[in-house]
């Protein structure tokens, strides 16, 4: 069955530095998300993203973050400069059509800001 | 915007007993909401879903009930099993363009043998 790989699994990175979390999508999925969960919290919607560009962000998603999809299997998320605030989950998630579609998530990269 | 709160955070049931997690959400033009079921260090895993022109779906061992007058969206979990154990999260997609899914807080469902 496809699914959606996250690596890495755990990041560890000093604050104020830049961090890349990396996605495979399901490979003939169009739409793309990131969601973070901070620990004990909700999931939250950071962004979408759809025929390489940005659908749909939230109010988390700032300019510090950044998404793009280097290859045609690849979606990354880029924190410029990590901030403690930033550590968390970060579920990559994929679906066929838009969000009114089933959303398939990743396993997660745990995010860890010292 | 979309608020989505569920019930209980904890739920205690005995293995073989039918389970039940409630979520309230607050948008009453969101149309399609989802379960998710998250073990511990796993990403929420799709379980079952249903659409604003339904009331009730089944899938294997599993229901979902939509009541839009109340807007309240229930899961039922039928003769559970210990691999049930994990936290469930409603989803709410609000539509209106909107790509995110709105999240519940979750449920922790344990079983005990």
């Known amino acids: 069955e496809p699914e959606v790989t996250q690596t890495p699994s755990h990041q560890v990175t000093q604050m104020g530095q830049e961090v890349i979390l990396r996605c495979v999508p399901i490979s003939n999925h169009l739409y793309f998300y990131w969601y973070r969960q901070i620990l004990g919290q909700k999931v939250e919607f950071l962004v979408s993203f759809y025929n390489n560009e940005i659908s749909e962000k939230s109010e988390i998603f700032d300019d510090q973050f950044s998404v793009e999809r280097p290859d045609g299997s690849n979606f990354t998320l880029k924190i410029r400069s990590t901030k403690l605030e930033d550590s968390a989950m970060y579920f990559c998630?994929?679906?066929?059509?838009?969000?009114?579609?089933?959303?398939?998530f990743g396993p997660g990269t745990r995010l860890t800001v010292l | 915007g979309e608020s989505v709160g569920l019930h209980l955070p904890t739920l205690s049931v005995q293995e073989g007993d039918n389970s039940i997690i409630n979520c309230a959400y607050s948008n009453s033009a969101s149309d399609y909401f989802i379960w998710y079921k998250q073990e511990s260090g796993k990403g929420p895993q799709f379980i079952i879903d249903?659409?604003?022109?339904?009331d009730k779906r089944q899938g294997q061992r599993v229901t979902v009930l939509l009541n839009k007058t109340v807007k309240h969206l229930s899961l039922q979990i039928a003769a559970t099993q210990p691999g049930d154990s994990a936290v469930y999260f409603c989803a709410v997609y609000s539509g209106g363009g909107a790509d995110g899914l709105t999240f519940g807080k979750g449920t922790h469902l344990i079983i005990q043998p």
């Open positions: 249903i659409r604003s022109n339904m």
């Open positions: 998630a994929s679906s066929w059509e838009r969000a009114a579609d089933t959303q398939y």
